[in-house]
């Protein structure tokens, strides 16, 4: 059965720091995988999307996840952090066949001014 | 608007009582799930539908919860006999059937079981 690890519940950044929120994944077939973002009290919104085509892959407001086989992870970056940035960031894998999302536990990310 | 809907947005009642739950997905989109997100843990998968077929129940908790679909289109999550343990946010989502199956996803109900 498919699984995520997000490492660290809570991660902390100042403004224009680098952020980097960590997933790391088990998939018994070859993975799509997600980045969602809540916002309080919103629903989930998709940052992006790997579906075995670049190992890169580039988000909207920003962000961009690598997809590394080797390691089995799929960490979630962005340059320099803003005040907008602050919410709970979930990683997921499609499980096939009806391609239900198996999602990590979440990190909440605070940016600090 | 074109994005999944759901209501009510906010649901509070009492243990014991039935409850039901609506999501409107995006037209066209083939599959619809239900996940539940408890106070300070992740998403839980429920239910998968497939047109109004659900080939996928084994996230349903207890046989308190049920859902259908009707015209390939809206769903109704049933609660049951409500427990304090059923309070959490469900979410809707939907999306076309084919691979990667990307998810599209309703703002959620609240449901407060006192």
């Known amino acids: 059965a498919q699984s995520v690890t997000q490492l660290g519940s809570h991660v902390s950044v100042s403004e224009g720091a680098l952020v980097l929120l960590r997933c790391n994944y088990s998939?018994?077939?070859?993975?799509?995988l997600f980045w969602y973002v809540q916002y309080p009290n919103k629903g989930l919104q998709l940052l992006l999307k790997?579906?075995?085509?670049?190992?890169l892959v580039k988000g909207i407001n920003g962000f961009e996840a690598e997809f590394k086989k080797s390691e089995t992870s799929f960490h979630l970056t962005k340059p320099s952090a803003h005040m907008s940035d602050a919410a709970e960031y979930f990683c997921?894998?499609?499980?096939?066949?009806?391609?239900?999302?198996?999602f990590g536990a979440g990190t909440i990310l605070r940016v600090k001014s | 608007g074109a994005g999944v809907s759901q209501s009510p947005s906010n649901k509070v009642t009492e243990k014991g009582k039935d409850v039901e739950l609506r999501c409107d997905p995006i037209?066209?989109?083939?599959?619809l799930y239900w996940y539940r997100q408890r106070l300070g843990q992740g998403l839980e998968f429920l239910i998968y539908?497939?047109?109004?077929?659900?080939?996928?129940k084994s996230g349903l908790p207890s046989d308190r919860f049920s859902a259908e679909r009707t015209g390939e289109s809206v769903s109704t999550l049933t609660i049951q006999r409500t427990q304090q343990e059923d309070s959490a946010v469900y979410l809707c989502?939907?999306?076309?059937?084919?691979?990667?199956?990307?998810?599209?996803f309703g703002p959620g109900t609240r449901l407060t079981v006192l």
């Open positions: 989502a939907s999306s076309y059937n084919a691979p990667p199956g990307e998810q599209f």
């Open positions: 998939s018994s077939v070859p993975p799509y």
């Open positions: 790997y579906t075995s085509a670049a190992t």
């Open positions: 997921a894998v499609s499980d096939p066949p009806g391609n239900k999302l198996v």
């Open positions: 037209s066209g989109h083939t599959a």
């Open positions: 539908f497939q047109g109004n077929s659900a080939p996928d």
